[in-house]
């Protein structure tokens, strides 16, 4: 398990294999706006990254999460 895949199981209290790509905050019921804001300081920290508000506003999928923090990860 990568570091971003860790953090989305600890964040969505979520095991590695419920992980999905396509998920949105209504496929994932522990995903509501505080959760989302915690999402956001848990990847900021954990990964050492600094997101702007367009990617904050633009993770609305966890396949875009991705997309958006390998991006920075470069």
Known sequence: ????????????RLKEDQIKDK???GDVPA????T???????IEEGLN????????MNM???????KIVSEKLV
């Open 31 to 34: 995903w509501d706006s505080l």
């Open 23 to 25: 998920f949105t905050m």
């Open 49 to 56: 990254i600094q997101l702007t508000m367009d990617d904050i």
């Open 1 to 12: 398990m990568n570091a971003l895949d860790n953090i989305l199981c600890q964040v969505f």
């Open 36 to 42: 989302h804001m915690d999402l956001i300081t848990s």
């Open 60 to 66: 609305r999928d966890i396949g875009t999460i991705k």
